[in-house]
């Protein structure tokens, strides 16, 4: 469905409930209120800092409205009385044009108390929904059903850094968007399908190379200047890495892995970002490609990987490994090259509560790991969280991953259109 289709819907003057989560408000103001028209916010003290930066932000793009207008209920979101009187005070001042309720967000005595006010005075208003379940923004009708219009991927884009902005976190720095040494990432994958291969690279990983391009326990890093003398024997790696290596320029003539030949092909900004790669984050790169893969025939349009957010009072924040936009609804990937169940479970945990909180009941999460054993994992998350949307990609399916990816997106549509 077109925004087109929307216009019949559209109003001059836009009641918004702010709750916790502000997306379904972003969502409907930019759906439902016509060019030169006025949205108001309607928050209490806990969602008041929501409001505001979706005040923010919908004052600063270039969508028409006439003014966006906070309007506060202080600590009265369950009385009845104080509810009512403030929606009321708005509706007074309106001469004519239409009016709406988008009664998403708010608690449920905002809901119902608002709806009140603006029938009592605008019988003939519009008042909507939006229905995380399938996608739709729900038109409620006194007389009748109600009008469902699905939101399609192309009826409202909404970019991952909208997300993040809306929810007032800050990217740490810019998501990268191409993946870094594809060739070799496909090698990886490969090697990694075979689970004797796989526990051959980590023991050159953990006792040859970690070894020394750790300065000390807690996991840091050399300086780049100790890194860059590094050269470590490939003795005992499987012949499909080290052709791949040797293949990038990475190898010396008496075949050593080189990190100053590795500084030279000018691929990483720094040789930690090597490190890294190393450590596992070839996998979220692999992932990145195949997500590109599918973007155009999915109308994935934004996408992206190392999401960093510092939050206050944790060390590192969280991070989203791999995450793209489809419309509005957020997909989240989550990257391991462990097969350890319990490391496996804490990942999709984590990914899927971060997720829920960014885009709501709409977000879909996904793992992708070494687990010989997803079916089990998908099966222990689901009975913790009660939510069968979420995905496990295990070592079985890691090269037909794109595929994997399109039945993910598949899946949920079916999902939605029920």
């Given at each position: 469905?077109?925004?087109?289709?929307?216009?019949?819907?559209?109003?001059?003057?836009?009641?918004?409930?702010?709750?916790?989560?502000?997306?379904?408000?972003?969502?409907?103001?930019?759906?439902?209120?016509?060019?030169?028209?006025?949205?108001?916010?309607?928050?209490?003290?806990?969602?008041?800092?929501?409001?505001?930066?979706?005040?923010?932000?919908?004052?600063?793009?270039?969508?028409?409205?006439?003014?966006?207008?906070?309007?506060?209920?202080?600590?009265?979101?369950?009385?009845?009385?104080?509810?009512?009187?403030?929606?009321?005070?708005?509706?007074?001042?309106?001469?004519?044009g239409k009016i709406g309720l988008n009664y998403t967000g708010g608690t449920?005595?905002?809901?119902?108390?608002?709806?009140?006010?603006?029938?009592?005075?605008?019988?003939?208003?519009?008042?909507?929904?939006?229905?995380?379940?399938?996608?739709?923004?729900?038109?409620?009708?006194?007389?009748?059903?109600?009008?469902?219009?699905?939101i399609k991927p192309e009826t409202l884009q909404v970019e991952l850094v909208?997300?993040?902005?809306?929810?007032?976190?800050?990217?740490?720095?810019?998501?990268?968007?191409?993946?870094?040494?594809?060739?070799?990432?496909?090698?990886?994958?490969?090697?990694?399908?075979?689970?004797?291969?796989?526990?051959?690279?980590?023991?050159?990983?953990?006792?040859?190379?970690?070894?020394?391009?750790?300065?000390?326990?807690?996991?840091?890093?050399?300086?780049?200047?100790?890194?860059?003398?590094?050269?470590?024997?490939?003795?005992?790696?499987?012949?499909?890495?080290?052709?791949?290596?040797?293949?990038?320029?990475?190898?010396?003539?008496?075949?050593?892995?080189?990190?100053?030949?590795?500084?030279?092909?000018?691929?990483?900004?720094?040789?930690?970002?090597?490190?890294?790669?190393?450590?596992?984050?070839?996998?979220?790169?692999?992932?990145?490609?195949?997500?590109?893969?599918?973007?155009?025939?999915?109308?994935?349009?934004?996408?992206?990987?190392?999401?960093?957010?510092?939050?206050?009072?944790?060390?590192?924040?969280?991070?989203?490994?791999?995450?793209?936009?489809?419309?509005?609804?957020?997909?989240?990937?989550?990257?391991?090259?462990?097969?350890?169940?319990?490391?496996?479970?804490?990942?999709?945990?984590?990914?899927?509560?971060?997720?829920?909180?960014?885009?709501?009941?709409?977000?879909?999460?996904?793992?992708?790991?070494?687990?010989?054993?997803?079916?089990?994992?998908?099966?222990?998350?689901?009975?913790?969280?009660?939510?069968?949307?979420?995905?496990?990609?295990?070592?079985?399916?890691?090269?037909?991953?794109?595929?994997?990816?399109?039945?993910?997106?598949?899946?949920?549509?079916?999902?939605?259109?029920?």
């Open positions: 469905m077109s925004t087109s289709e929307f216009d019949k819907y559209k109003v001059d003057y836009l009641f918004l409930l702010i709750g916790e989560n502000p997306l379904p408000n972003y969502v409907a103001a930019n759906l439902l209120l016509n060019k030169g028209g006025i949205a108001y916010l309607i928050y209490s003290t806990g969602t008041e800092k929501s409001a505001e930066r979706l005040q923010m932000i919908l004052k600063s793009e270039l969508n028409g409205f006439k003014d966006v207008v906070l309007r506060s209920l202080d600590d009265y979101e369950s009385d009845p009385f104080h509810i009512q009187k403030k929606i009321r005070e708005e509706l007074e001042k309106i001469r004519d449920k005595a905002m809901s119902v108390h608002s709806y009140r006010a603006v029938f009592k005075k605008h019988p003939d208003a519009f008042f909507s929904y939006l229905d995380p379940r399938r996608l739709e923004m729900r038109i409620d009708r006194e007389d009748r059903e109600c009008d469902r219009l699905k909208k997300l993040f902005q809306l929810h007032g976190l800050e990217l740490k720095g810019t998501p990268k968007k191409e993946s870094q040494l594809v060739g070799l990432t496909n090698i990886f994958v490969d090697i990694f399908t075979d689970k004797s291969k796989a526990n051959q690279w980590f023991d050159w990983y953990y006792h040859k190379f970690r070894e020394q391009a750790y300065k000390d326990s807690r996991g840091d890093w050399r300086s780049p200047t100790d890194l860059e003398k590094m050269v470590i024997p490939l003795d005992n790696l499987p012949q499909e890495i080290i052709a791949g290596f040797q293949q990038e320029g990475f190898i010396t003539d008496d075949n050593q892995l080189s990190l100053s030949k590795v500084k030279a092909t000018n691929q990483f900004a720094q040789l930690e970002y090597f490190c890294k790669w190393l450590d596992g984050l070839w996998l979220e790169h692999y992932v990145l490609e195949q997500v590109k893969n599918i973007a155009n025939a999915n109308s994935i349009t934004d996408y992206g990987l190392n999401f960093e957010i510092p939050l206050v009072g944790t060390k590192n924040g969280f991070e989203f490994d791999v995450a793209f936009t489809r419309g509005y609804q957020l997909f989240a990937i989550s990257c391991t090259t462990t097969d350890r169940r319990y490391l496996c479970k804490q990942k999709l945990f984590e990914a899927y509560l971060r997720a829920r909180q960014m885009g709501g009941d709409e977000a879909r999460v996904a793992l992708v790991c070494c687990s010989n054993e997803p079916d089990t994992i998908k099966a222990e998350i689901t009975d913790s969280i009660n939510d069968k949307k979420i995905k496990v990609v295990g070592r079985e399916h890691l090269t037909n991953l794109s595929q994997e990816l399109v039945y993910w997106i598949q899946e949920n549509d079916r999902e939605t259109s029920k």
